[in-house]
């Protein structure tokens, strides 16, 4: 079993729509939660992180943290074309030493 | 503009001819670091480095080598290559006070061993 598991998708929503992209994990260490953003060539961009459970929004994101399920999610409101991508979650215990990525769900935001 | 540039972005070569791709990052950050991203496995870790001289072994560090001299250079050294080695490369970079999400990416670089 993996360490942290996400839907590949692809997940094709209408312009507008909220997008839910979730990811569970097993390893009960986790603490510090991302989100990164990868479009097609080009490298991942960190959109959002978190430390432990609860809430984070900025703009148009939501990131939700629900350690006691072990479940992350990052929510998309009024998606936009430009929202067209692979989405990645991570976790790691605390420390630069070992960052668990999942392996990414593609969205495609149909205009 | 703040940039983590890979070199080359693109590299056929054969197996056991020694190959070095190079990261270089101009945000004076002191956390370096770098994976490989297959289909299905997601991005994994091969090494990372804390500062100059200070490196250590991530998930996937066997038939890599890694040397930080300088804070900006961060080069990634396949001694001899082998076809399991062909993949999509990515460095990061972050900074101390950043230590624990890799902040900035580099744009790839697509291995293929023949």
């Known amino acids: 079993q993996k360490e942290v598991e996400q839907d590949p998708g692809p997940l094709s929503v209408p312009e507008g729509a909220i997008v839910s992209l979730n990811c569970t994990y097993s390893?009960?260490?986790?603490?510090?939660f991302m989100w990164y953003r990868q479009y097609s060539r080009k490298g991942p961009e960190l959109l959002m992180y978190t430390y432990s459970s609860g809430n984070k929004e900025d703009g148009r994101f939501t990131a939700q943290v629900d350690k006691s399920s072990k479940y992350i999610s990052l929510f998309i409101r009024d998606s936009q074309p430009s929202d067209s991508a692979t989405y990645l979650c991570?976790?790691?215990?605390?420390?630069?030493?070992?960052?668990?990525f999942g392996t990414g769900t593609k969205l495609q935001v149909i205009p | 503009e703040a940039q983590v540039t890979q070199n080359p972005r693109y590299l056929i070569t054969v197996t056991g001819k020694k190959l070095t791709v190079t990261c270089s990052q101009n945000?004076?950050?002191?956390?370096m670091s770098w994976y490989r991203q297959d289909p299905g496995l997601g991005l994994r870790q091969i090494y990372y480095?804390?500062?100059?001289?200070?490196?250590d072994k991530g998930d996937v560090p066997e038939g890599y080598k890694v040397s930080r001299k300088e804070k900006r250079n961060f080069p990634l050294i396949l001694e001899s290559p082998s076809p399991n080695q062909t993949s999509l490369y990515f460095c990061a970079s972050s900074s101390f006070a950043d230590s624990n999400q890799p902040q900035h990416f580099g744009d790839g670089t697509r291995l293929s061993i023949l």
């Open positions: 945000m004076n950050h002191e956390y």
């Open positions: 991570a976790m790691n215990s605390g420390g630069y030493q070992k960052v668990t």
């Open positions: 390893n009960s260490a986790f603490q510090y």
């Open positions: 480095s804390m500062n100059v001289e200070v490196t």
